[in-house]
């Protein structure tokens, strides 16, 4: 007989937490549309942000923004000596389109003291008044106790009234913060025993976690362990300083490691958790930034093997190397090739790009000696995915000549105007064959190698339409040895419409040579890319 699994509560504050992350400001549009993702993924409780605290806050929680989870208002506890009907910040609160108010309270009674300037007792009085507010006005009331982990090292009984005021003023949740991130996992674990032994149940327990030790996962981890029922954190662990617990790294993990996924359930769905990756990508991409590769179960290298002898064990049996199955989180296993893989990399890896070869062609054998020996010239394969597909595709089959740069120039001259003012200007002239006639472009930029792209993609002829969507995202320049003759590095990272990424590669003595290798990699790619004849993995 199977014991019912205990429900865990996934309560998501990107939206309010997460827009402290420095460079990050939603517009009311970008709310709307994340506030929709995280609600059809699955989450309990979506947290908008601060009405009142701000324009863009306030137009946002004019409209209930989500159909099935939660919609929570944040703010703070009633000001001391005002009584909560005529606090105007609780109004401002009790009148958003809201399920759920989501206050903020004082734990620590030095920032009682210090930040508040009130006595203890009418700390404890803005808490409970509150809370019994917004239960009157028929939202679901929830309290984040701030600082509490260190405001119960250091005055456990004021802690411990504090959240115990909140829970019997008919609190939903008492949140438990570790709001400067500096708590242990083996102190959460001890201190949320201690709230539950003193009577305020698990199930009305949340944790709140940031990442200032790298341990916030854990910790929300830890506390779920030792008993809380809501986790709060954030889409990719964005946040203020470090970020918060990152919901991407724990959903996952409560769903599909034995451990917590025998005992608890939550509710996302195995078949919305395939798609969490997407998620993840897709809220990178609304940000405007990377994906992190790194990433534990949706970054492109979480499934990626590079040692020949991990790829060949892969190959025959992927639990050898393989933590989860990459597909439970929509993501895909990747076989890295470089000069430290076997055949069996470059076998999974060109399979992967609906490339098959058999193990004994010679031409593989060749493919793999190019490899090797352009990665020991400075080449990076591994992290240039159209580039190597470009290589094996030539040596293994064949690429169109869409076109032919017969020449290019790049002219940098630094001078004043007219004014007296010192400019810098780049010019660039390309020289293109296209269906046996030859085209030329010029074009200034922000440097040489920006003119040079703007030159290049200025005139393709009857292929100028097909790369109107190509954009350059990223461009990384890295010198492989010194000296000013030293060999330099250029990778490229691109996407168009689709949504999809590729990474380029070009090395040389000539930071341009190289700049402009990469270039015309892009650009091949996406050609080829449009006829089908490559990009299954940019497209992953």
């Known amino acids: 007989m199977t014991m019912a ?23 009311v549009e970008d709310k709307i549309a994340i506030a929709s993702m995280l609600d059809e993924f699955g989450l309990d409780y979506v947290e908008g942000g601060y009405p009142g605290a701000n324009p863009t806050d306030t137009a946002f929680f004019q409209e209930k923004r989500t159909r099935r989870a939660k919609f929570v208002a944040f703010g703070m506890t009633k000001r001391a000596g005002v009584s909560a009907s005529n606090d105007p910040g609780l109004a401002t ?86 709001t400067n991130g500096g708590t242990q996992p083996s102190e959460v674990r001890e201190i949320v025993a201690k709230v539950i032994a003193s009577g305020i149940p698990g199930a009305n327990l949340g944790i709140h976690a940031h990442d200032d030790t790298g341990q916030a996962v854990a ?35 409560l769903a599909l490691k034995p451990h917590f996924a025998e005992r608890f359930e939550t509710g996302v769905s195995s078949e919305a958790l395939a798609g969490i990756a997407r998620l993840s990508r897709a809220f990178d991409e609304l940000l405007n930034r ?88 400075g080449y990076a394969y591994e992290g240039a995915d159209a580039s190597f597909e470009l290589l094996a595709r030539g040596m293994l089959h064949s690429v169109p000549e869409f076109f032919r740069v017969t020449s290019f120039r790049c002219l940098v001259e630094r001078r004043f105007d007219a004014n007296g003012n010192l400019k810098t200007v ?3 002239v390309v020289k293109v064959m296209v269906d046996g006639e030859e085209k030329m472009s010029v074009a200034e930029g922000d440097g040489p190698i920006n ?44 996407h168009d419409s689709t949504g999809a990424r590729w990474w ?22 996406k050609l080829m890319k449009n006829r089908e004849m490559a990009g299954l993995v940019a497209a992953e």
């Open 5 to 27: 699994r205990e429900r865990i509560y996934l309560f998501d504050t990107t939206l309010r937490d997460g827009q402290q992350t420095p460079g990050i400001d939603f517009s």
């Open 93 to 178: 609160l009790l009148q958003a389109k809201a399920d759920g108010i989501c206050y903020v309270a004082k734990s620590w009674d030095y920032h009682v003291r210090v930040a508040l300037g009130v006595t203890n007792e009418e700390n404890l009085e803005s808490i409970r008044a509150s809370v019994e507010a917004a239960r009157a006005a028929g939202r679901e009331p929830m309290v984040d106790c701030e600082h509490f982990f260190d405001g119960f090292k250091a005055n456990p009984d004021y802690a411990l009234a504090c959240a115990r005021t909140a829970y019997d003023a008919g609190a939903r949740w008492v949140v438990l913060c570790d």
């Open 219 to 253: 910790n929300s981890l830890a506390a779920i362990e030792a008993g809380v029922r809501q986790v709060q954190g954030t889409i990719n662990g964005i946040g203020e300083r470090c970020g918060n617990a990152n919901l991407i790294t724990i959903m996952p993990t």
């Open 290 to 377: 990377a994906p992190e590769a790194q990433a534990p179960y949706v970054g492109a290298s979480a499934f990626a093997t590079k040692a020949g002898i991990h790829a060949s064990a892969i190959v025959k049996e992927p639990k050898t190397y393989e933590h989860v199955p990459p597909e439970t989180v929509g993501n895909r296993r990747k076989v890295m090739v470089s000069d430290q893989g076997g055949k069996a990399n470059f076998i999974a890896e060109l399979r992967r790009r609906g490339i098959d070869v058999p193990k004994d062609d010679r031409r593989l054998d060749a493919l793999i000696a190019v490899v090797k020996e352009r990665e020991a010239e």
């Open 426 to 428: 780049s010019e660039a």
């Open 451 to 494: 003119a040079l792209d703007i030159a290049l993609r200025k005139d393709l002829g009857k292929f100028q339409d097909e790369i109107g969507d190509l954009e350059l995202v990223d461009y990384k320049v890295r010198i492989l040895n010194g000296g000013t003759e030293a060999i330099t590095r250029v990778l490229i990272e691109s």
């Open 504 to 525: 380029t590669v070009g090395v040389s003595t000539n930071i341009i040579d190289a700049s402009f290798q990469a270039l015309m990699d892009s650009i091949i790619y």
